[in-house]
């Protein structure tokens, strides 16, 4: 069976950072585009990152760039590190797999981690 496992979410102050990990059981990361995304209550999923298997490039949404950075470690984990956290950044953040690349940040969406929190608040 094919797992993913979030990790790292948690409460932080505005400003402060997070890193979060995904590890994958069953399969192997390097092989597909991975991407992060987060969800509030009473909305739809927001992809916020990506990182390809292809080639290794990135993607992020406007709402983040410049504050998160997406990164792979071997075949297993990745990473989403975020600095300058806001409190709008708050949500449950996901890891997600599909494809090989992010498509412009249209990725293919096929296994689901289960999600972490993130709460950002004074």
């Known amino acids: 069976q094919l797992h993913l496992v979030e990790s790292g979410g948690g409460l932080v102050q505005p400003g402060g950072s997070l890193r979060l990990s995904c590890a994958a059981s069953?399969?192997?990361?390097?092989?597909?585009?991975v991407g992060w995304f987060r969800q509030v209550p009473g909305k739809d999923h927001e992809g916020i990152s990506c990182i390809s298997s292809s080639d290794g490039s990135t993607w992020y949404a406007d709402s983040v760039k410049g504050r998160f950075t997406i990164s792979r470690d071997g075949a297993r984990k990745v990473f989403l590190q975020m600095n300058n956290l806001k409190p709008e950044d708050t949500a449950v953040y996901y890891c997600?797999?599909?494809?090989?690349?992010?498509?412009?940040?249209?990725?293919?969406?096929?296994?689901w981690g289960q999600g972490t929190l993130v709460t950002v608040s004074s």
């Open positions: 997600v797999v599909g494809g090989s690349s992010c498509r412009g940040g249209d990725m293919y969406r096929e296994v």
């Open positions: 069953g399969f192997f990361l390097d092989y597909y585009a």
